[in-house]
Antibody
Framework: EVQLVESGGGLVKPGGSLRLSCAASGFTFSHAWMSWVRQAPGKGLEWVARVKNRRYGGTREYAAPAKGRFSISRDDSTNTVSLQMNSLETGDTGVYYCTTDEEGIAGRRWGLGTLVTVSS | QSVLTQPPSASGTPGQRVTISCSGGISNIGINSVNWYQQLPGTAPKLLIHSNNQRPSGVPDRFSGSKSGTSASLAISGLQSEDEADYYC????????????FGGGTKLTIL
């Protein structure tokens, strides 16, 4: 059974940091490109970052709001993708989903999400 | 403001057919395939349609997708109460900075 399980969310003050993790199982993780997508309360979906697989050099790409503050990484030995978030702002509040991009299909699989709340 | 434009709401009665539009531009829908995602209340999004018109295993054939030029649409026939959800279109944008873009979402209400 395919599973994506996010962890690491919580309450943090503006300017603080959080590290999100996503543990994957049930598919060939090393072949997949992995993304983080977030959803602010009552709002739509917003892509945050993507990391390609080793065949594509593990290239990392970021949405404009994440550039310079967030860092995505992957560990194919543990089937994990992480998102290091620094200098957090209130606008970063929301549920963060881990998703796969397999065989050119973006968002093929989704985790249940982890809630990040940035508030003083 | 979303890069892709969807109507904020749609509605229909059980058994009816409803369509949801998604409008984009040359750098996104114009050159890339479109996916649709269904988000039931309180749950994570789920892939509903990929590559413009392909249904993943397990998705009923009541759901269909199409694309023409810089627009796409999702059609749901034989509406059922469990179809009440938010629907998002999404694709990659190959502009100055590559990014995955979504529509603002359409809330489908079954009357």
């Amino acid at each position: 059974e395919v599973q994506l399980v996010e962890s690491g969310g919580g309450l943090v003050k503006p300017g603080g940091s959080l590290r999100l993790s996503c543990a994957a199982s049930g598919f060939t993780f090393s072949h997949a490109w992995m993304s983080w997508v977030r959803q602010a309360p009552g709002k739509g979906l917003e892509w945050v970052a993507r990391v390609k697989n080793r065949r594509y050099g593990g290239t990392r790409e970021y949405a404009a709001p994440a550039k310079g503050r967030f860092s995505i990484s992957r560990d194919d030995s543990t089937n994990t993708v992480s998102l290091q978030m620094n200098s957090l702002e209130t606008g970063d509040t929301g549920v963060y989903y881990c998703t796969t991009d397999e065989e050119g299909i973006a968002g093929r699989r989704w985790g249940l999400g982890t809630l990040v709340t940035v508030s003083s | 403001q979303s890069v892709l434009t969807q109507p904020p709401s749609a509605s229909g009665t059980p058994g009816q057919r409803v369509t949801i539009s998604c409008s984009g531009g040359i750098s996104n829908i114009g050159i890339n395939s479109v996916n649709w995602y269904q988000q039931l209340p309180g749950t994570a999004p789920k892939l509903l349609i990929h590559s413009n018109n392909q249904r993943p295993s397990g998705v009923p054939d009541r759901f269909s997708g199409s694309k023409s030029g810089t627009s796409a649409s999702l059609a749901i026939s034989g509406l059922q109460s469990e179809d009440e959800a938010d629907y998002y279109c999404g694709t990659w944008d190959d502009g100055l900075n590559v990014k995955w873009v979504f529509g603002g979402g359409t809330k489908l209400t079954i009357l």
